[in-house]
């Protein structure tokens, strides 16, 4: 076979389909400036972005420290502390990546995704929060006995002190940064929540919790996990209308737009059953990837690739077209 | 100077005068380039009649804040992460990144949505659609991971409440939303080169196939209508569309 009669064999014909041919345009041609409407374009917007800085700014409020939180929130601060000596924290009952705590995992059916690479980020918010940075700490041998104390009993009777120190933390009260917390049997709990109060208040704790493994640290994993374990943050989330039920992440602080293109992924943690549902984030997730999905493969989905056609839309798109055609 | 004469075989010479290796990898890719990409086709100065509406405006804005945005980008990175916190120049340009970004964004979607409706994937441009869109879901990623590399109190919020979701989906173990360091390179250097190099192929491809061309006058009767030819090229690209395989018939024309 000729290589020109290969050619023509290749080629099929089949029937015209308007959501995905088009008819060769044979219309006028007329002239246009690519690189002037791009420059003028450029200039356009680079004067509308000047505009909007010089009006609006940026936000930029202070980050939360655990020193900061400690100082103005002690009480908060030695709750949280409290459980996550006791591991029942937010981030100790997580599961993966940090930890393993059965049945903590998200799921769709037998769909576990959370297990697939495990845990990478290891966390033990007993050692890693509480009792490892307070062994930094020298010649306080209070401290040392309550260390001391807390590390050789048993399961049971840390246990049995940690619940002593929630009930009496939970009338605590606090004057000028400094806690007080009603006395009760909590053994020597109460000096090393006490202790990591205060050490957290002279900033020490922040500086402990980033460079545990080195120098140069740029990860803020445990020292944010740590504050978002504890209500001082959420407070102040809500005030600015950040929380969940506020259409969350995808506002910023103050009144700029945030991410304003997150609006669907939000939108679903409003609505049933992912606003109530203990697998929300993965269901949140899941409809999001297969509506991705179908946005990129909109092409080749009969009857959505019509909806273009069927709107008519694209006749107010073309109107100076079709006014010149009819 | 003496040339070989199996190179002297060949009949095209390039500018210098010196033989083309028409096998030459270095020159296949040029005569493709140039065969994709004719002088005219890559910038042309003309356009068909029916370019006209304000619509078209939205995706050249959107190279025009995609430029300001990587400027702007720029400057924060050559002074670092905290300059913007405690000068009142780096918190402007902090600003311009912002409001780019926002504007980026804002002229993205119009341009989404208006060649949704044109249904700008006919006429074998589905390649061009399919860059765009996720050209668009990969810049929510740069953008996201800029609002976790502020260093102030939206990025912990942001990142502390992100973290659930990504942890859910297992790629928490990899993508460590309340890491400050890796999420600060995948906004500097990983995702804007993605961006960058899938907005490029996008444009290509649009100057490739050209404008989508309106729908045909009454082009709700207009199914089956004609014939259309496809060429060898467009087969994989036909694999795809289950629904029209079914109809097409394939037939010897000699």
């Known amino acids: 076979m000729s290589p020109a009669l290969l050619h023509r064999s290749e080629h099929r014909s089949r029937r015209f389909n308007p959501d995905r041919d088009v008819e060769e345009w044979k219309g006028a041609y007329v002239p246009y400036d690519l690189v002037k409407e791009f420059l003028i374009a450029l200039v356009v917007v680079s004067l509308l972005v000047v505009l909007l800085s010089v009006l609006f700014s940026s936000p930029d409020d202070r980050p939360v420290t655990l020193g900061s939180w400690s100082r103005a929130d002690p009480v908060d601060f030695a709750t949280t502390a409290q459980t996550e000596l006791a591991n029942t924290s937010g981030t100790a009952t997580y599961g993966p990546p940090y930890n393993t705590t059965p049945g903590s995992a998200q799921s769709i059916g037998v769909f576990t995704p959370e297990h697939w690479l495990g845990v990478h980020h290891p966390i033990d918010t007993s050692n890693d929060f509480v009792l490892g940075p307070l062994g930094t700490l020298t010649n306080q041998p209070k401290l040392a006995a309550a260390l001391h104390a807390y590390r050789s009993a048993s399961p049971a009777q840390r246990a049995a002190w940690n619940d002593a120190y929630a009930k009496a933390v939970a009338k605590a009260s606090a004057q000028g940064g400094s806690l007080t917390v009603p006395s009760g049997p909590y053994g020597p709990v109460g000096v090393l929540v006490g202790s990591l109060t205060t050490m957290a208040q002279s900033g020490a704790l922040d500086g402990a919790l980033l460079s545990s493994h080195q120098f140069y640290g740029t990860d803020y994993t445990k020292p944010l996990l740590f504050i978002a374990d504890g209500s001082y943050l959420s407070n102040l989330a809500s005030k600015q209308h950040l929380s969940g039920d506020q259409w969350g992440m995808m506002n910023e602080t103050g009144s700029y737009p945030g991410q304003a293109w997150l609006w669907l992924y939000t939108l679903w943690y409003q609505v049933p059953p992912m606003n109530s549902s203990s697998n929300g984030d993965l269901e949140v997730w899941a409809i999001m990837m297969g509506l991705t999905a179908v946005l990129v493969l909109l092409p080749v989905i009969p009857g959505l690739r019509s909806i273009p056609r069927w709107s008519r839309v694209y006749k107010i798109i073309w109107r100076q077209h079709y006014r010149e055609t009819a | ?254």
Do not use: C
């Open chain 2, 1 to 254: 100077m003496s040339i070989d004469t199996e190179h002297d075989d060949l009949s095209q010479k390039n500018a210098g005068g010196l033989p083309q290796d028409a096998g030459q990898w270095t020159a296949k890719l040029r005569r493709s380039a140039v065969e994709a990409f004719p002088p005219d086709r890559l910038m042309p100065d003309r356009q068909p009649a029916y370019v006209a509406s304000w619509i078209y405006v939205f995706g050249v804005i959107t190279l025009a804040a995609l430029v300001v945005v990587i400027a702007t980008g720029s400057v924060l990175a050559i002074f670092g992460p905290s300059w913007w916190h405690t000068s009142s120049t780096g918190l402007f340009v902090n600003s311009l990144h912002l409001w780019s970004v926002e504007v980026f964004f804002f002229a993205m979607i119009i341009h989404l949505w208006g060649k949704f409706f044109m249904a700008a994937w006919r006429g074998k441009r589905r390649a061009t659609w399919v860059t765009g869109v996720v050209s668009f879901v990969v810049s929510v990623g740069a953008a996201f991971t800029g609002y976790l590399s502020q260093q102030n109190f939206d990025s912990q919020w942001i990142s502390t409440q992100a973290k659930d979701g990504i942890n859910s989906t297992g790629a928490g173990a990899l993508f460590n939303v309340t890491n400050f360091g890796q999420m600060l390179m995948w906004h500097i250097m990983l995702l804007p080169l993605v961006v960058v190099a899938l907005v490029g192929l996008h444009v290509l491809l649009v100057r490739r196939r050209g404008v989508v061309p309106p729908f045909a006058v009454g082009a709700q009767a207009k199914v089956g209508d004609a014939a259309v030819e496809v060429g060898a090229d467009d087969v994989g690209e036909e694999r795809l569309d289950d629904e029209d395989a079914a109809s097409e018939k394939v037939e010897e024309r000699s």
